[in-house]
């Protein structure tokens, strides 16, 4: 076959078992082959980093962060900005080392890593180094977060270089990576605190509201990705303008943040997941910003209204740089104008509104009253059900199992897989809303905070508790957020609607022998299993 690249980050790669000519997400082959050079001289500037401890920066820091990000599936489609960026890692390595590349007998050890010798390699060891790699990719999306608030970690920065130089690593064995997997777990617990700190500290706690899936007529912008900074810096430059502002995708749970939701004109989420773009934002009336990943390529009868910032790049799109100066946008809005009359969107199940807000500081508010009703048997399971979403046929798995659950049943959810039924009326149980979203995919802190603190309740395991964990997974955040549970020790996860493509079948044994680990089945026998 004539593989002009090499690619299987993601949940619908190719075949199942990897992009070889183009991206399913519609990344070209000369793209990702920049995207492999970018993550092997990443890897040579973690190698430099060796024993040059003292002259890491907060710069350098930020270089690595930036660089992972970037190479998350539907971040960046430019050949431009990532030429840009991998200049600025080759010029951050010959800064720690100024003497190398002019060495004339060169030892290796600042070598950038070649990463075909990571596609090639035993599979067992790609899988491990791929569980690593994806995984950290994640984590910096989440540290690129925090760190735009202000917020930073020592021991999460120093863990990326640690973790790039066990995927460039030779002759180690899967005894050796194993620990760094769940390693990447254990540190990506800490960063998804840190960024709930940042968000918490810098936007207020969140609270339960309903959010209407109506827009209104007038001129409007919609806010994508999960970047809560831009869209305050979009509310603050539009007010007063006549301009109102949706939501869209992982933005949804913005809403619930009382600095956010104090702004009047933030009136709405606009459409469903990020997989639903081409078809929503056709020939929309609007402008849209995507400030993270989830970006697909946009079709003709909207690019010229689709802008980016941060490390999203796509050709010929507008980019809104460090300035923050969002003046293109608002005049698009103007410039278009919006609908003529309200635009009654629906969810994907016909539903006219969605809820969100249930944060682990909302929960827990009311622990009392979710433990008495668990005690009195008016709840008789709590079901998370989260994750990304995606357009690989499978899906609607979710949306039957959260219907068919029984009715004394929670479900808590997060990140965007939750469009898939969080438009459901299911009612309430014991006074409390059945269906309860608690954010963005890093809000899975959140969840595991209200089931420790159900253990710490129940004086019980968390495994112990009346809890079943079934995922969905797209890109590499959710590989993050999988490998935290499994550090926490949380066993028994569902995953699906594929298992990824990168797990070779001796780790996944290891998986489902340690964890319990298994992919989803259908609906009523997960349930049944489930409530067994």
Known sequence: MDQQMFCFQCEQTAGGTGCSRAGVCGKKADTAELQDQLTGALIGLARATEGN???????????????????????????????????????????????????????GRTNDYDMKELWDADEDIRSLKSLILFGIRGMAAYAYHAAVLGYTDETVNRFFYKALFAVGAKDWSMDELLPIVLEVGEVNYKCMELLDKANTSTYGNPSPVSVPLTIEKGPFIVVSGHDLYD???????????????YTHGEMLPAHGYPELKKYAHLKGNFGTAWQNQQKEFENIPGPVVFTTNCLM???????????????VSYPELVHIGEDKDFSAVIEKALELGGYTEDEKLTGINGGSSVMTG??????????????????????????????????????????????????????LTLACGKYRFNDLDLGTVAGLPRIMDMGQCNDAYSAVQVAVALAQAF???????????????YEQKAVCV???????????????????????????????????LAPISTPEADLAEALA
């Not at 004086?459 to 997974?473: M, T």
Request: a negative charge; hydrophobic letters at 40%.
């Open 358 to 411: 249930f944060a682990h500081g909302t929960v827990l508010g009311v622990a009392d009253q979710v433990i008495e009703a668990v005690k009195k048997g008016e709840i008789s399971h709590f079901f998370l059900v989260g994750g990304c979403d995606g357009a690989k046929p499978g899906r609607y798995y979710y949306t039957e199992l959260v219907k068919q659950a029984p009715a004394d049943s929670v479900i």
């Open 459 to 473: 004086e019980c395991d968390v495994n112990e508790l009346p809890l079943s964990i079934i995922l969905s997974w």
């Open 297 to 311: 390529p946009p079709r003709p009868s909207y690019q010229d209204r689709v802008f980016t910032t941060e490390v």
């Open 53 to 107: 401890e003292n002259r890491i920066t907060a710069e350098t820091d930020k270089l690595v962060i930036e660089g992972l990000f970037t190479c998350i599936t539907n971040v960046n489609f430019n050949n431009e900005t990532l030429n840009q960026l991998l200049d600025r890692v080759n010029a951050e390595k010959q800064r720690l080392v100024p003497d190398c590349s002019s060495c004339g007998s060169s030892c």
């Open 231 to 245: 869209l305050k810096q979009i509310l603050e430059q539009t007010e007063g303008k006549g301009i109102n502002v």
């Open 482 to 516: 999988l490998l935290t549970l499994l550090h926490l020790g949380i066993k028994n996860i569902k995953l699906g609607p594929s298992l990824p493509a990168f797990v070779s079948p001796n780790v996944l044994q290891v998986l489902a022998d340690t964890f319990g």
